[in-house]
């Protein structure tokens, strides 16, 4: 990945304007700042929120707070935990997320 023409800032994601996405169960809210090619979020997940979709995305993922459950089309799953990261390239693995109690993540795709 490049980063280029980005100059110095500073983010208050407070004041950054929330979206709502609805998952096959619960929803998701995305604060997103865009610099050049790079999306740079922070999304919370609502306690039993699905992913109404497998993501085919390339994402680095850090959890912040919370517990986020991937799993992976061939039928593998992982549980991050506040702390903990992940990473996959575009088209590399179908994903889906989850969680029961409700995530917050910090996301560069």
């Known amino acids: 990945m490049q980063l280029n023409q980005i100059p110095f800032g500073t983010t208050d994601w407070s004041d950054v304007a929330a979206t709502e996405h609805p998952g096959e169960t619960g929803h ?3 604060r997103t700042r865009q610099f050049g090619a790079v999306r740079v979020r922070m999304v919370e997940y609502t306690p039993g929120y699905l992913a109404d979709h497998w993501c085919v995305k390339g994402h680095i993922l850090l959890c ?3 517990e986020l459950h991937t799993e992976l089309e061939d039928g593998r799953r992982f549980v991050l935990y506040p702390g903990m990261s992940y990473q996959v390239a ?3 693995e179908p994903h889906r997320s989850s969680t029961p109690v409700g995530a917050k993540l910090f996301i560069v795709d």
């Open 28 to 30: 998701a809210i995305w």
């Open 64 to 66: 912040l707070e919370g």
């Open 90 to 92: 575009d088209n590399a």
